[in-house]
């Protein structure tokens, strides 16, 4: 009842940029919150980012002044932006949504994206 399809990730220079998107497809369902996560080998999954649905943002500290996150509402769709990429940020990159039913507010559960792979070579 819910997709998320992630794209935009690759492999890319340090000190380049990659855009992230991941578009949610419901049609039951309110998203709320989304984020963006990412594990790298041997590492626990992290937040990287994350955006409510008003719109306020938070970042772990290691990316802020670096990555932006954004949602078109009317797309169902958030991004990241990652700009100034350095060989740490690479990982796999999944985003995850929190929903509700339709006309409600309470969250119901949240939904991960299939992951994608961002190589940041030095």
């Known amino acids: 009842q819910v997709q998320l399809v992630e794209s935009g990730g690759g492999l890319v220079q340090a000190g380049g940029s990659l855009r992230l998107s991941c578009a949610v497809s419901?049609?039951?369902?309110?998203?709320?919150?989304m984020g963006w996560y990412r594990q790298a080998p041997g590492k626990q999954r992290e937040l990287v980012a994350a955006i409510t649905s008003g719109g306020r943002t938070n970042y772990v500290d290691s990316v802020k002044g670096r990555f932006t996150i954004s949602r078109d509402n009317a797309k169902n769709t958030v991004y990241l932006q990652m700009n100034s990429l350095k060989p740490e940020d690479t990982a796999v990159y999944y985003c995850?949504?929190?929903?509700?039913?339709?006309?409600?507010?309470?969250?119901?559960?949240?939904?991960w994206g299939q992951g994608t792979q961002v190589t940041v070579s030095s």
């Open positions: 419901t049609s039951i369902f309110t998203i709320n919150a």
């Open positions: 995850n949504a929190d929903v509700s039913f339709y006309g409600t507010s309470s969250s119901y559960n949240n939904y």
